[in-house]
Nanobody
Framework: QVQLVESGGGLVQAGGSLRLSCAVSGRTFGWYDMGWFRQAPGKEREFVAAISGNGRSTYYVDSVKGRFTISRDNAKNTMYLQMNSLKPEDTAVYYC????????????????WGQGTQVTVSS
């Protein structure tokens, strides 16, 4: 298993930007495809974006495509989510986790989540 620490969330006005970071413990970070998920109040956790271990393949759900960019730095054991043109409906706790595959069926590889980072977008 790996330890996951998300950071970078905050309060921003609609149209603003935030950059989330996901620090991952262990020397095998580059082996894992990674994903971002989010959970809004009263809703189930949903998949947002994923990136392959070598960073060459990415996938985004339609609601964030063109606004969010996922990236990773394997030398720093860190993954990022650049979020631009934020909307109130992006408000959620954001989580990172290794995923089984990069694509529309991306699902968590492990059961344990980090603490997440809160993103709040005001209208």
């Amino acid at each position: 298993q790996v330890q996951l620490v998300e950071s970078g969330g905050g309060l921003v006005q609609a149209g603003g930007s935030l950059r989330l970071s996901c620090a991952v413990s262990g020397r095998t970070f580059g082996w894992y495809d990674m994903g971002w998920f989010r959970q809004a109040p009263g809703k189930e956790r949903e998949f947002v974006a994923a990136i392959s271990g070598n960073g060459r393949s990415t996938y985004y759900v339609d609601s964030v495509k063109g606004r969010f960019t996922i990236s990773r730095d394997n030398a720093k054991n860190t993954m990022y989510l650049q979020m631009n043109s934020l909307k109130p409906e992006d408000t959620a706790v954001y989580y990172c986790i290794p995923v089984v595959v990069v694509g529309p069926t991306s699902s968590p590889l492990f059961r344990s989540w980090g603490q997440g980072t809160q993103v709040t977008v005001s209208s």
